[in-house]
């Protein structure tokens, strides 16, 4: 079983910075894919970026690709995502996911555990 929680979301201006992490419990963190999505009001939930468990490879979406940067830590058991150049598009419910099986990075029925969400709101 494996427990995540988001954090360090908040109100930002657009074109400014933001850090969200996602700590994991349990023991096998390290050898998990990690992923984060997005969902904004009325919309469906999105892919934003994906890491292998080693951190070697990662995967992001057209729309954030330059301006987000995903990266973990397995000695902390923590996900980052870092969030540069925000806009107004971007403001949505950050989830993070842990995949513990073979599947599309940028597909959430890939990923077997979800944290609760963060919210980022980017305003104008």
């Known amino acids: 079983q494996v427990q995540l929680v988001e954090s360090g979301g908040g109100l930002v201006q657009a074109g400014g910075s933001l850090r969200v992490s996602c700590a994991a419990s349990?023991?096998?963190?390290?050898?998990?894919?990690m992923g984060w999505f997005r969902q904004a009001p009325g919309k469906e939930r999105e892919f934003v970026a994906a890491?292998?468990?080693?951190?070697?490879?990662?995967y992001y979406a057209d729309s954030v690709k330059g301006r987000f940067t995903i990266s973990r830590d397995n000695a902390k058991n923590t996900v980052y995502l870092q969030m540069n150049s925000l806009k107004p598009e971007d403001t949505a419910v950050y989830y993070c996911?842990?995949?513990?099986?073979?599947?599309?990075?940028?597909?959430?029925?890939?990923?077997?555990?979800w944290g609760q969400g963060t919210q980022v709101t980017v305003s104008s």
């Open positions: 890491l292998s468990w080693s951190g070697g490879n990662k």
């Open positions: 996911a842990a995949k513990t099986r073979n599947g599309n990075s940028d597909s959430p029925g890939s990923y077997d555990y």
């Open positions: 349990g023991r096998s963190f390290s050898s998990y894919a």
